[in-house]
Structure formats: structure tokens, C-alpha cells
């Protein structure tokens, strides 16, 4: 079992740039694909990108792609999400999320495992 505990929400002008940090605890994360997905008002959750152990790879949907980058933390056993040139659209309820090792599939119900999501929003 793995508990996620997210960090690093807040309000950022159009432009700017926000990290949020998913920090886990149980197995380390390097068991997992580890995902993050964001939730607009009156949208469905969707996929932001994902972080796999197995050959360090990452994939990115392709509204974020270029702007957001996932990286790690070995020692604090904890992944990132690092957003830049932030647009109001993208503002959104973030979660980090723990999937199986070789997922790296972009369906929420791939993933098993939910951090409590964190408020990111951006103002024009």
C-alpha cells in the first residue's frame, strides 16, 4: 500500500509557474507508475501526465506538453509536477496518483492509489 500526500497548490498569474510535490509513503514510488491528473469545475477528471521507474520514462498530454515537466526525488521518495507558462485553463483540482509499475496509461481507472488533490489557479 502507498499513501500520496500532495503539497504546493496556490493562486499564480497567467505566465507564471507553480511545483507541486506528491510525497510518498508505504512501497516506494519506484513500484509504481505515478500519474497526475486534474479536475476542472464540471469536467471529468482528466490525464495530465505520468512518471515510470522503468526506463525513466514520462508521457504528457498534449494540452501540457512542452509547458509541464514530472520529476523525482529519490531520497524523499517523492515525484513533481513542475507547470510552467501557466494559462487560466489550466486551472484545476491537481491529484497525484500510483498506478502499476509498467502502466503508464492515461485512463483514471488505471490507477489505484489517489493523493487528497490540491487547488492550482491561475488568473488571467
Known amino acids: 500500500q502507498v499513501q500520496l500526500v500532495e503539497s504546493g497548490g496556490g493562486l499564480v498569474q497567467a505566465g507564471g509557474s507553480l511545483r507541486l510535490s506528491c510525497a510518498a509513503s508505504?512501497?516506494?514510488?519506484?513500484?509504481?507508475?505515478m500519474g497526475w491528473f486534474r479536475q476542472a469545475p464540471r469536467k471529468e477528471r482528466e490525464f495530465v501526465g505520468a512518471f515510470s521507474w522503468s526506463g525513466g520514462s514520462t508521457t504528457y498530454a498534449d494540452s501540457v506538453k512542452g509547458r509541464f515537466t514530472i520529476s523525482r526525488d529519490n531520497a524523499k521518495n517523492t515525484v513533481y509536477l513542475q507547470m510552467n507558462s501557466l494559462k487560466p485553463e489550466d486551472t484545476a483540482v491537481y491529484y497525484c496518483a500510483a498506478g502499476p509499475q509498467n502502466y503508464m496509461g492515461r485512463e483514471r481507472t488505471g490507477y489505484f492509489y489517489w493523493g487528497q488533490g490540491t487547488q492550482v489557479t491561475v488568473s488571467s
Open positions: 508505504g512501497r516506494t514510488f519506484s513500484s509504481y507508475t
